[in-house]
């Protein structure tokens, strides 16, 4: 996976306008970002399409971006990858209903839908082909904290004793998340309702008090 430089740049009116990568300030429907937005749409369009040697010329012209931005505020192939990838996964937060029965459900069609994205097939597929060991490595960079939150969910059900502590709270996740991931990619189609229930009816017996 090749590193672009950033040799080359000059000033613009609109990169003064920035901060560097790392320390953009951004607000809530302000410019700075709707860029990153448009930015991370468009690296995962990329990825969609099973392109990881995209370039920075290329993403700017699929964001409507500035090249002069784009450099000053992801300087390297990695940087935009990672703007991609931590907004893409982030996007799966565990609910916190207060209820592991509401929570297992409420999760596991979130997952279900979430897995079923073409962006997600396409990455596992990459992932699959194991060509790409610095972006495999990156993935799971960016999985580390979102996991680690879908493993608190299963750790607040146990602290209120809804849940067994039988299983590691890593089993329980894995129980839920692992056949609701697969099914598109060995299937070729999201799990239906009755599959779902069926999964969710098996991580609740599995976790009963």
């Known amino acids: ?25 951004t607000r809530t429907g302000g410019r700075s970002e709707r860029v990153r937005r448009a930015v991370g749409d468009a690296v995962l369009a990329f990825l969609e399409a099973g392109k990881i040697d995209f370039t920075t010329v290329e993403v700017a012209e699929r964001a409507e971006v ?17 703007e991609a990838l931590s907004r893409h996964v982030r996007r799966v937060e ?26 997600e097939i396409a990455m596992s597929g ?14 799971i960079e960016q999985y580390r904290p979102v996991l680690d939150a879908w493993r608190q969910m299963a750790s607040r059900a146990v602290a209120r004793g809804e849940a067994n502590d039988t299983h590691t709270s890593q089993t329980v996740v894995a129980m839920l998340a692992s056949p609701l991931f697969l099914a598109p990619l060995m299937l070729g189609h999201p799990p239906t309702e009755d599959e779902i229930d069926r999964i969710v009816a098996f991580v609740l017996a599995a976790t009963r008090t």
């Open 126 to 139: 990459i992932m699959a082909g194991r060509r790409f060991p610095e972006f495999n490595a990156l993935v």
């Open 1 to 25: 996976m090749s590193t672009l430089s950033p040799d080359g740049r000059r000033a613009s009116d609109e990169a003064q306008a920035t901060q560097p990568a790392g320390r953009v300030r």
């Open 66 to 82: 500035s090249r002069h931005t784009i450099y000053r505020w992801w300087p390297t192939h990695h940087d935009l990858l990672v």
């Open 94 to 119: 565990p609910p916190d209903t207060g209820s592991w029965e509401t929570d297992v459900r409420a999760f596991a069609h979130t997952v279900a839908s979430f897995a079923a994205e073409p962006v």
